[in-house]
Every structure is written in C-alpha cells, then in structure tokens.
C-alpha cells in the first residue's frame, strides 16, 4: 500500500510547517574529503542561510587554524577510566590511529566545508570497535579551551550481530569542528546517546554519519542544551536492506543560543526505515539574542528504495518571547512503491492563557511551566535507558528553567 | 459556611485606543449552599466577572472589592485563589500541549490538597470520576484539552471541578455546545458536587435549559457590566419568555453613566 501523509492525525489544528522545496535535489548534494573542494560560504546557501556565520569563529572560512587539542577520554558508562588500558571493557577496542587507516570514511564523506575542514585538520582519529554485548561505553570529548579550536575524528564500529549502548558527552569550552562516523555491522543494534553540554562560550559544528548494514538498527539521541552555537549535520545511509534507524533529540535554547540540528536520510535501499523525533523548547529574554533553534529534515527515498518505510516529525515549545525556530521538513519520494511516508512539523507557544488555565487549577506558576516543558521533552528522555544520564539530563534541564526564573 | 463576597467591583481591559470599562460596579454575595444564576446577552460582561474574580491577567480591577470568607481575594495570585477553594469552569477550555491530563489533574490535586494525593486511591478516585461523566480512560494520556471537542472540553471542566473540591465554583457557560444526554451528565456531575458539601454556585448561562437540571435559588440579569434585576427561579422563564429587551435600556444607561 502506499501511502503519503500529511499531517499527523493528532496534529489536526497545528501550525503546518512549510515543508520547501531544496534549490537542489538532495539526492545531488555534493561531498568531499577536501575542504578546498567546498566554496567558502557566504551565508545565503540553502545550507548555511540559517547559521549566523559570524558566529563559527572561522570554522567555514579557513581562518579557524584547527590546531588546539580536544581531550578525548573513551570509559565505562559510570566512569571515565580510559579503556585504552588493559583493563577495558570485554567486547570494546579502543584504538588511536593515524589519517592513513583504511576504515576512515567508511560512514560517509563530508557534505559540508565545516566538515571537510575538520576532516583535512584532524591529525589522529579514535576508533571504538564494539563486539558481542559488552557493557555501556561513555565517549567524553573536551573542548580545547576558550578561544582554542579543534578538529575531532571519531569512529564508532560494531561488528555483525553485536548489541551495544554508547554515550557521547560534548562539555568544555573552546570551538570544535568534528566527524562522527557511526559504521553499524550487519544484524547489529546500537543505542547512541549524544549529549552537547558545552560551557556557554562553545561552539561546536559537527557531522555525523550513520551507516547502516544490513538489517542493522540504530537508535541515537541527541541532547542539545549547551553552547553559543552548536550546528549538527546528521547523516543516515543504508548499505543493504533490513536497516533500521530512529532517530531522537531535544534542544533547548535560551537567550543568545543557536541550536541547528539538520538532518539527511538517504533511502536508496529496500525495505528500510527511518523515524525521527526532533523536540526543542525556546526561552530568550528581553534585550537579549534571540534563542533560535532550526530543524531542518530532509528524507529522500530513491527509485530503488521500495517499501521504504519513514516518518520525520519536529515540534517546537516556544516559552516565551525573544525566540524563533525555523523548521523545514522536506521528503522528496522517488518511487512509487514505498510501505509509508510522512512529515510534519509543529511550532506552537507556551502562552499566557495557558499559564492563567493551569494556575486557576492551584498549580504554582513555576510548577505549571516546569510541568509544560518536563511533558514535551518526557517522550525523549524516557526513550534513554540508562537511568543514571536520564536523570543528569533531566536535572540539567531543570535548571535551565531555574537559572532563566522560568 | 463559605462566604464570596462581591462589592461594587469595577474592571477594565487595556485596549488600542487606551483602558475600557466593562464591569460598572457589580455586587453580588454567594454563600455555601446556595446556586445563583447569571443570564444575560452576549458581550454583557458576564465572562468579564468570572474571569475577574479568578485573576485572569488581562482584566484590571480599577475599584471594589472581592472576598472569601472575609479574605481580599484581589491580593492573591491567580494561583492562591485556586487554593483558597475558587473554581472557574471556563467557557473556552484552554489547550496545553505537552501536558497529560492525568499529569495535570494529579498536580492540581496536590497544588489544592497541599499534599499529593496517595497513588492508590488517586487512580481510583479519578477513574470513578470519569466514568461517572462519561468519559473515556484513554483521555488520562491525551495533552489538556488538546483537540478535545467542544462537549468534551466541559465535562473536562466538571471532571476537574468534581476532583478539586472548591468552596465556590463559578461556571461559564458550562452547558454551551452540549447535547441532551452531555447536558444531563453534566448536571448530574455538577448536582453531586453541591450536593457532597456546603458549596456556593455561580452559573452563568444563556439558556433555562440547565436550570431545570440545576435549580437555582437566585437569577439576576446581567447588562451593561452590571446585575441589573435579580429574583427567583421563575425571573429565568419570564427572561426565556421574553428576552432582555426590557434591561437593555438599564444596561446601556449604566454605560452611558460611567
Ligand atoms: N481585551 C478586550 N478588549 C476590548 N474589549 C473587550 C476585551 N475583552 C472583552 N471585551 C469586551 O467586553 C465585553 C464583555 O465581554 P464578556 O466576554 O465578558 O461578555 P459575556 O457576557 O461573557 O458574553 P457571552 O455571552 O457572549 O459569553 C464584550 O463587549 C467584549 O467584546
Ligand atoms: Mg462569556
């Protein structure tokens, strides 16, 4: 059966977000290793006209020498005890290396000049090989210090049939350009947890490439709350059919921050799916930049991609004034024979007649606001299952509200 | 026995040609036990009252007063009212995303009762509830009032009225947009609610319709921003019978006074 949704049915009523049609098909973005084969930016491409370019510290422009030292710690989920040592984690392989290593890439190519920029400047990659069903991994990256940049590389692997956890926590201060390739085997299930918790000075612009083998899963979850601006490149691909992949996230921006999270699915197998999630809440304050947040979805479904299955779904709280999110779901369907096919996105505000209805029910103002935020972000942070990160994340986010007096 | 009590109260909205009056000095007590009846035609300022009375933001009381059980209802935030045991039953239900309804009734409860009701008995005290409105479990998960109909929004207003437990309730046009066996429902619901205590009873309504479900002890006529004839039951006949014309001169003079 095919089928092309609309609106989600529960959505009846919603602000519809004005799904756009790109200046080009995604299909022919183009990608490269090299930063010099991408134009310098200058603002009004369909891919950075939403980033404030003035703000990436020349990340896009080549003047960013990329030359400071992120720390990068790979640990138990409790701990940080570097798993390089012998006493790693069974089922876990951690591994410094070189440009030259032949697995580099294996996730995708850069699509982006940012991207390539750090893929060019990195000097060695980490690689984390998961194999079997080892216990949960925690991937910490440190940002290079206020006014420092640098280029990560890193590579998550799992071999065939493994079954796997691993959460990546962003923290420090400082500006960082990265790749994240995330190479999932055949059969094999990852639950990736990515978490940007940035000191306020950060900036951090970031791709991330999801390869998907045959009958693979994947279910990641982003957590943007930190940073001046933090700007992630999703990517999903399926190397055969079978794939599976969810993605998840939250952000929530106060005043002055940037949070973009745009997102590419690239069906050109059979019989995949992909399923995204996307929340973010805004709070800016008066006198202050706006909080911004931008979603952009863009799922493409080849002429080969038969019963594909997807469904890609932003939804913005917008809390108070001095605050814009810009949302653009696009799915272009290339085939006639796809199993079901969806987009939507929803802005809606949290406002005063909302707050008036919950407090003539006795509920304390800051009680009804933390109610209204704690309820749309629950649906994602209920999906993480580590108890421990969900409750930091759930604390962390708590007081963002107390610190705005929200 | 619980006492509000309404004086001479003024309220004025802020509008783009600068503040407007639209209540001119209402006076009105309810007590514990009693059910008064407000009629009046549209834009008369019937919603105004209510509206003020919970503390919407957006009505300034610019003179009067209003107390409960001797207490200056006008000092306490929107929020201590509730807790002071004031109901508004709105004729607009609000939608709040993102908000279950079972988390909203639940947090409203604790707000009211100062403690978190026991979760055992929460659950079946609000399951009991329902089912005596009418009304479906699988609207515990749905946000507040998000695309609930316009029927539905109110037996939502009477469900949480019956959970909360207040001394005064006042209900805006509850019965508006609802059908016959909706209206009965809803009227058996707001029947055992006076009926479980001393409570005091507002209801503002177009239609006489509900008053035989809910018999009032007082109507008064409402025009112009200000009660302008009160009697009893049988003032809702005669006005069913031959409308407000006969007001509207009062009304409109008041207006014309202010
Ligand atoms: N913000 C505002 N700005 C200007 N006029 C307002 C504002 N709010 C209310 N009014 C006016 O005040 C008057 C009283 O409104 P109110 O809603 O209290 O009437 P009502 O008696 O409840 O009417 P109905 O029977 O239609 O519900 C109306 O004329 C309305 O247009
Ligand atoms: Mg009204």
């Known amino acids: ?406 | 026995m619980s006492i509000l009590e309404i004086t001479d109260l003024h309220v004025s909205v802020t509008t783009d040609d600068g503040p407007k009056e639209l209540l001119h000095g209402v006076d009105l007590t309810v007590r514990g036990g009693e059910t008064h009846a407000i009629m009046g035609p549209n834009g008369s300022g019937k919603s105004t009252l209510a509206y003020a009375i919970a503390g919407h933001p957006r009505y300034e009381v610019i003179a009067g007063s209003v107390t409960l059980d001797g207490a200056d209802v006008l000092e306490m935030s929107v929020d201590e009212r509730a807790r002071a045991g004031l109901f508004l039953a709105m004729q607009y239900p609000v939608e709040v995303p993102g908000v279950s309804m079972a988390n909203f009734l639940r947090s409203a409860a604790t707000a009211v009762r100062g403690e978190a009701p026991k979760l055992r008995t929460w659950v079946k005290e609000v399951k009991t509830a329902m089912s005596d409105l009418d009304i479906d479990p699988a609207f515990a998960d749905r946000s507040v009032n998000e695309g609930f109909s316009g029927g539905e929004k109110k037996r939502h207003e009477v469900l949480q009225l019956s959970l909360l437990k207040p001394k005064i309730a006042i209900l805006d046009e509850t019965d508006s947009g609802l059908d016959v066996d909706a209206l009965r429902v809803v009227s058996d619901g707001v029947n055992r609610y006076r009926a479980a205590g001393d409570v005091g009873v507002l209801l503002i309504t177009h239609y006489t319709r509900i008053l035989k479900h809910i018999t009032p002890d007082v109507v008064h006529v409402f025009a112009g921003g200000r009660i302008v004839a009160s009697g009893g039951a049988d003032l809702a006949n005669e006005l069913e019978e031959h409308g407000y014309e006969k007001y509207a001169a009062t009304g409109s003079g008041a207006e014309v006074a202010s």
């Not at chain 1, 791709?207 to 490149?233: C, E």
């Not at chain 1, 995204?276 to 799922?299: C, F, M, S, Y």
């Not at chain 1, 505000?349 to 909302?354: G, H, I, L």
Request: net charge negative.
């Open chain 1, 1 to 406: 059966m095919t089928e092309v949704a609309g609106l989600a049915p529960e959505l009846a009523g919603a602000k519809e977000g004005q799904g756009q049609v790109p200046v080009a098909s995604a299909g022919e973005r183009f990608t490269s290793y090299d930063v010099e084969a991408f134009e310098v930016p200058g603002g009004r491409e369909e891919n950075w006209r939403f980033t404030p370019l003035k703000r990436l510290r020349g990340l896009h422009d080549g003047t960013a020498a990329l030359d400071g030292a992120a720390a990068i710690e790979v640990g138990g989920a409790g701990g940080t005890a570097d798993a390089r040592s012998a006493d790693a984690p069974r089922g876990v392989t951690v591994e410094t290396v070189g440009r030259d290593d032949t697995r580099l890439g294996d996730g995708g190519v850069p699509a982006d000049r940012v991207a390539a920029a750090a893929w060019s400047a990195f000097r060695e990659a980490t690689v984390v090989t998961l194999d079997g069903t080892p216990e949960p991994v925690t991937i910490s990256v440190t940002g290079p210090g206020a006014g420092a940049d640098a280029a990560v590389h890193l590579q998550l692997r799992t071999t065939a049939h493994t079954e796997a956890t691993v959460v990546i926590e962003y923290r420090g201060s400082g500006t960082v350009a990265d790749n994240v390739e995330v190479v999932l085997g055949d059969g094999s299930r990852l639950t990736v947890v990515i978490t940007e918790e940035w000191a306020e000075d950060a900036v951090h612009v970031g791709a991330q490439h999801f390869s998907l083998g045959r009958d693979a899963t994947v279910k990641a979850t982003s957590v943007l709350l930190g940073g001046d601006l933090v700007r992630i490149s999703p990517t999903v691909s399926y190397r055969g059919p079978g794939g599976d992949a969810e993605l998840l996230g939250l952000g929530y921006a106060d005043a002055g921050q940037h949070l973009e999270q745009r997102l590419f699915v690239d069906h050109a197998v059979p019989h995949c799916r992909s399923n995204v999630l996307h929340k973010n809440a805004l709070q800016g304050a008066a006198g202050r930049p706006d909080a911004h947040t931008v979603w952009i979805g863009d799922v493409l479904i080849r002429a080969a991609a038969e019963n594909t299955e997807t469904f890609e779904f932003n939804r913005n709280l917008v809390l108070t004034e001095h605050a814009r999110a810009d949302s653009v779901p696009n799915l272009e369907i290339e085939t006639g024979e796809i199993a079901g096919a969806g987009h939507a996105s929803a802005t809606g505000r949290f406002d005063d007649e909302q707050l008036f209805y919950l407090c003539s029910r006795g509920i304390p103002e800051d009680v009804a606001r933390r109610l209204v935020v704690r309820g749309f972000f629950g649906e994602i942070l209920n999906a993480i299952t580590l108890p421990e990160l969900r409750e930091r994340l759930e604390a962390a986010i708590e007081s963002e509200l107390a610190i705005s007096g929200v």
